[in-house]
């Protein structure tokens, strides 16, 4: 089955600096790939995702890149500020065929300290 | 649009009793997945269901826990004679479909502890 590496497990950066979280899959016909924000004690919030049909997309701060030839995509979030501290999950579809089946990384613990 | 609702929020059983968590998808939803997060860990997936349909329980345990999304009402994921280390987070997603259009929506969660 599908598995999904995630790195760092923590980060910490200070307010302003830019933060990058990196995942690896080994599913190929994995093609979507969604970032969760978690913050404590709350339900995981869907930040942005990608399709397999796209390198890059943008959203405001925080921007996505996948490389289907190496199976790994990572998160960057600029300008850094201290509600961005949470836990970020990355995931893939195992299979393919199904945005709601999918295989979690472990999670990074992001800390922005003002 | 309320999004989707679980409920209880926290749960607290004694080995050996039953634990039934429930989950109504956002409207318009007909698709339902629950999802267990141990401590500190990420999110696993156990069931897929449409309405009186379960269309994946790759990661349900095979044994005490089972799944249903009747005609009429929420979902509900059974636990029966409830073990510690069924002490996780239960959550609840939808979509509006299957497929490879429609992203998850996830719910607030069901913390359960087994003492």
């Known amino acids: 089955g599908e598995n999904v590496e995630q790195h760092p497990s923590t980060l910490s950066v200070q307010e302003g600096d830019s933060a990058v979280i990196k995942c690896t899959y080994s599913d190929s016909a994995s093609n979507y790939f969604p970032w969760y924000k978690q913050e404590l004690g709350k339900r995981p919030q869907l930040i942005i995702d990608?399709?397999?049909?796209?390198g890059e997309k943008k959203d405001q701060r925080i921007a996505v890149t996948l490389n289907k030839t190496a199976k790994h995509f990572s998160l960057h979030i600029t300008e850094t500020q201290p509600e961005d501290s949470a836990v970020y999950f990355c995931a893939g579809n195992a299979g393919g065929t199904s945005y709601g089946k999918l295989t979690f990384g472990q999670g990074t613990i992001l800390t922005v300290h003002p | 649009n309320a999004g989707v609702m679980q409920n209880p929020r926290h749960l607290v059983r004694r080995r050996g009793q039953e634990a039934r968590l429930r989950c109504s998808p956002m409207k318009g939803h007909s698709h339902v997945y629950w999802y267990r997060q141990l401590p500190e860990e990420g999110l696993k997936f156990m069931v897929y269901l449409q309405k009186e349909n379960i269309i994946d329980e790759s990661g349900m345990p095979k044994e005490r826990f089972s799944a249903e999304f009747p005609k009429e009402g929420p979902s509900i994921l059974r636990i029966q004679q409830v073990v510690r280390g069924d002490s996780a987070a239960y959550f609840c997603?939808?979509?509006?479909?299957?497929?490879?259009?429609?992203?998850?929506?996830f719910g607030n969660g069901t913390r359960l502890t087994v003492t």
């Open positions: 990608i399709r397999s049909n796209v």
């Open positions: 997603a939808s979509s509006k479909a299957g497929g490879t259009d429609s992203p998850l929506h």
